[in-house]
T-cell receptor, first 114, second 112 residues
Framework: DSGVTQTPKHLITATGQRVTLRCSPR?????VYWYQQSLDQGLQFLIQYYNGEERAKGNILERFSAQQFPDLHSELNLSSLELGDSALYFC?????????????FGPGTRLTVL | GQNIDQPTEMTATEGAIVQINCTYQ??????LFWYQQHAGEAPTFLSYNVLDGLEEKGRFSSFLSRSKGYSYLLLKELQMKDSASYLC?????????????WGLGTSLAVNP
């Protein structure tokens, strides 16, 4: 158990819908990262937050957005869902912004868009 | 640009030793991670190297050569539970920007 929690574990929805994925980082971690992993694909970095502020952006679509709240939990919002958005979405957290911090991953949310 | 290469698949036998290679190209190298990921599960941290040489942790060891842009993960006394994907990730640092670049992973199958 990494200490990172994600809810829900599974999500099934229809095209065009909007969903929110939630992540609580490990106690003491200030950085939160979101990743997408499609079937047989590598980890695609989406976005990073540090202490409530957006820090880095990866391959995140405009239909997707995220935020980190004062209690450091984070939410990833996915809207106008398409079939191709079906994937595992991982959240990871780490202690520091810079340096050699290790990312610890949550169990993931499996999103299925029908 | 930044690029990471690792073999797509490898097969080994229970009890044997396997070496998974990773080569990278990045102008702002600042460390390399190895993660293990079982199918459908989260990646879990295995090792971190920033200096040249070998880091040993039980059955797993990781090696880094910065001048060659090369790392390997060595798994000894293979067990069936070691069947998983092994991800190499490199820290790329440029100015105030720091990001982790992930390889596509090497899928290891351990056979009895």
């Amino acid at each position: 158990d990494s200490g990172v929690t994600q809810t829900p574990k599974h999500l099934i929805t229809a095209t065009g819908q909007r969903v929110t994925l939630r992540c609580s980082p490990r106690s003491g971690d200030l950085s939160v990262y979101w990743y997408q992993q499609s079937l047989d694909q590598g980890l695609q970095f989406l976005i990073q937050y540090y202490n409530g502020e957006e820090r880095a952006k990866g391959n995140i679509l405009e239909r997707f957005s995220a935020q980190q709240f004062p209690d450091l939990h984070s939410e990833l919002n996915l809207s106008s869902l398409e079939l191709g958005d079906s994937a595992l979405y991982f959240c990871a957290s780490s202690v520091e912004l810079a340096g050699t911090d290790t990312q610890y991953f949550g169990p993931g949310t499996r999103l299925t868009v029908l | 640009g930044q690029n990471i290469d690792q073999p797509t698949e490898m097969t080994a036998t229970e009890g044997a030793i396997v070496q998974i290679n990773c080569t990278y190209q990045t102008s702002g190298f600042n460390g390399l991670f190895w993660y293990q990921q079982h199918a459908g599960e989260a990646p879990t941290f295995l090792s971190y190297n920033v200096l040249d040489g070998l880091e040993e942790k039980g059955r797993f060891s990781s090696f880094l050569s910065r001048s060659k842009g090369y790392s390997y993960l060595l798994l000894k006394e293979l067990q069936m539970k070691d069947s998983a994907s092994y991800l190499c990730a490199v820290i790329h640092h440029a100015g105030n920007n720091r990001k982790l670049i992930w390889g596509l992973g090497t899928s290891l199958a351990v056979n009895p």
